[in-house]
């Protein structure tokens, strides 16, 4: 049995910090001395930041975004293309495809995939309020930007099924060899997804 080394406040810290992503123990132990050491410039100004988000963060209702506002910034923003939604699955996808700045479109967050094994049906998905937003007009496209995974493509699936009759174009993210990336590092599932997605050179 391991000894304690500090306090118990410190170790329900460390604790608390090894639920992060990414955070293992031994990550969670150095995040939490640093944090012990630095705590005036770093410890204090986190604390009060983490309380205000804790106050002021919400889930808009149009998109399932995170923000401090409801309706969202993005839902608010009259320069985004309203034509076009991208569905993502987490919160977490719509930042990284924000951060590529490669469209500029609306969002609609699923906040997860369909996955019978684990208990995840239609109902615990934000999929109803996708199909309300296009069923009361002016969009275009829906693009589906769910990840590759068997989970993610079944819902996918689901969801183009559920608006096959709207009229609206549902596409996909193109699957395959990334920019700069070499067919011999490449795993065998992204090689046929790149010979069955090629397009005209």
């Given at each position: 049995?391991?000894?304690?080394?500090?306090?118990?406040?410190i170790?329900?810290?460390?604790?608390?910090?090894?639920?992060?992503?990414?955070?293992?123990?031994?990550?969670?132990?150095?995040?939490?001395?640093?944090?012990?050491?630095?705590?005036?410039?770093?410890?204090?100004?986190?604390?009060?930041?983490?309380?205000?988000?804790?106050?002021?963060?919400?889930?808009?209702?149009?998109?399932g975004?995170?923000?401090?506002?409801?309706?969202?910034?993005?839902?608010?923003?009259?320069?985004?293309?309203?034509?076009?939604?991208?569905?993502?699955?987490?919160?977490?996808?719509?930042?990284?495809?924000?951060?590529?700045?490669?469209?500029?479109?609306?969002?609609?967050?699923?906040?997860?995939?369909?996955?019978?094994?684990?208990?995840?049906?239609?109902?615990?998905?934000?999929?109803?309020?996708?199909?309300?937003?296009?069923?009361?007009?002016g969009?275009?496209?829906?693009?589906?930007?769910?990840?590759?995974?068997?989970?993610?493509?079944?819902?996918?699936?689901?969801?183009?099924?559920?608006?096959?009759?709207?009229?609206?174009?549902?596409?996909?993210?193109?699957?395959g060899?990334?920019?700069?990336?070499?067919?011999?590092?490449?795993?065998?599932?992204?090689?046929?997804?790149?010979?069955?997605?090629?397009?005209?050179?």
């Open positions: 049995m391991s000894k304690r080394v500090a306090g118990p406040e170790e329900r810290l460390i604790q608390l910090l090894a639920k992060l992503p990414g955070l293992g123990p031994r990550s969670a132990r150095r995040a939490a001395l640093h944090l012990v050491k630095k705590r005036e410039s770093l410890m204090q100004p986190l604390t009060a930041a983490m309380g205000e988000a804790l106050e002021k963060i919400v889930i808009c209702r149009t998109c975004n995170v923000d401090t506002s409801d309706p969202c910034t993005i839902c608010c923003d009259p320069r985004r293309d309203g034509g076009v939604i991208i569905v993502v699955e987490d919160v977490s996808d719509l930042w990284a495809l924000e951060r590529a700045g490669a469209i500029n479109a609306r969002y609609h967050v699923l906040g997860g995939t369909l996955s019978p094994l684990d208990g995840v049906g239609p109902q615990d998905l934000n999929i109803e309020s996708l199909v309300t937003r296009v069923r009361e007009g969009v275009r496209e829906v693009i589906l930007a769910v990840n590759a995974t068997v989970d993610g493509q079944t819902t996918a699936h689901y969801v183009t099924d559920l608006l096959a009759n709207t009229g609206v174009s549902v596409t996909r993210l193109a699957h060899v990334p920019v700069g990336g070499e067919l011999d590092y490449l795993d065998e599932g992204t090689i046929s997804a790149a010979i069955r997605s090629r397009t005209t050179f």
